[in-house]
């Protein structure tokens, strides 16, 4: 496999997912730690990834982003004492990493508190996976956001998935919020009335 670090490299309307991570195509790994880095290489390196990028910075991941395409960005929650967050809201909502913009996001963290996973999802991260990780974790995650249906948005505060997780119609009564929501199934309601 071919690992290469940032200094060898000189609407509102929902759109379709990739649905498809190739990992023999080109992933950001976005990790501070040396070890948590090399941990992380070799688990991808395992589901057969051939080009590894592996970004110790921040800077160095925006430097990756603005010279080719990825098809995955796996991050740490927090790089060198600095939050993700903004990066990913400067990555879903900015036009400097245009081709990027909708790549799918995998986030790691040990703390997992609500409020943090709510901050990585409301900045258009498709998934927060609490640590330690295993392989199987890995691949569970990369397979689950490979395969959702879930569209992504844009909108003027925010881009990146639909953060609605489930497809079932609103209850009997109630309207819907958004143009996408299912409408309900009048002939399962008839019966049970």
């Given at each position: 496999m071919e690992a290469s670090s940032p200094t060898e490299?000189?609407?509102?309307e929902p759109?379709?997912?990739?649905?498809?991570?190739n990992l023999e195509r080109a992933s950001i790994l976005l990790i501070d730690n040396a070890w948590g880095l090399e941990l992380l290489s070799r688990i991808f390196m395992g589901f057969g990834a051939r080009r590894l990028f592996r970004a110790p910075k921040i800077a160095d991941a925006n430097e990756l982003l603005d010279k080719q395409q990825f098809d995955l960005v796996v991050a740490e929650a927090v790089i060198n004492?600095?939050?993700i967050y903004e990066f990913m809201r400067n990555l879903r909502l900015g036009s400097d990493h245009e081709p990027?913009?909708?790549?799918?996001?995998?986030?790691?963290?040990?703390?997992?508190?609500?409020?943090?996973?709510?901050?990585?999802?409301?900045?258009?991260?498709?998934?927060?996976?609490?640590?330690p990780i295993s392989p199987k974790v890995m691949?569970?995650?990369?397979?689950?956001?490979?395969?959702?249906?879930?569209k992504y948005l844009e909108t003027n505060t925010y881009a990146g998935p639909d953060r609605r997780f489930r497809d079932?119609?609103?209850?009997?009564g109630l309207t819907g919020r958004r143009r996408g929501d299912p409408k309900p199934d009048l002939e399962l309601q008839e019966k049970s009335a």
């Open positions: 490299l000189g609407s509102s759109k379709a997912s990739k649905r498809r991570i004492g600095e939050d990027n913009r909708f790549v799918p996001v995998i986030i790691l963290s040990a703390h997992t508190e609500s409020r943090k996973i709510t901050m990585a999802r409301d900045c258009g991260v498709n998934f927060f996976v609490a640590k691949m569970d995650r990369v397979l689950w956001v490979a395969n959702t249906e879930r079932e119609p609103l209850a009997p």
